[in-house]
């Protein structure tokens, strides 16, 4: 009975509440710890998706940069056989010119009949020494 009298008579015994209160504060740390662990699943998904994303649109900017390359490269070639041509056109007017005021002088009727003369002599002796 002493023993019955000496625990009733130590007090308020606060220990279920203390380990009540422990209990939901450990409860309340695992519930947050597995709220951040679903949270950063989600997160690192989400994050890998973006890097394969960003993967593939770091490869078609390299695509593109060579396409530019090789339109830039054809184009200077385009613009070498420009200026070629231009230059051909240029030196082929220049020929026309001199040609047209070479045709356009005085004196052009007389060399062109001289001219057929000796056309007509040198058919004349191509005939003779085909007979021959």
Do not use: C, H
Not at 94 to 117: H, K, S, V
């Amino acid at each position: 009975m002493a023993l019955s009298r000496f625990r009733r008579d130590r007090g308020v015994d606060y220990w279920p509440g203390f380990v009540d209160a422990l209990s939901t504060l450990l409860l309340g740390v695992i519930f947050l710890l597995t709220v951040f662990v679903v949270v950063q699943f989600f997160l690192s998904q989400e994050v890998a998706g973006k890097d394969t994303a960003l993967q593939r649109l770091t490869a078609q900017i390299s695509q593109l940069t060579d396409l530019l390359s090789l339109e830039k490269t054809g184009k200077t070639s385009l613009e070498e056989e420009v200026a070629r041509l231009s230059a051909n056109l240029a030196v082929a007017e220049g020929e026309r010119d001199r040609l047209r005021a070479g045709a356009a002088g005085p004196g052009t009727a007389g060399e062109l009949g001289a001219a057929q003369g000796r056309i007509a002599e040198l058919g004349s002796a191509l005939d003779s020494e085909k007979r021959a």
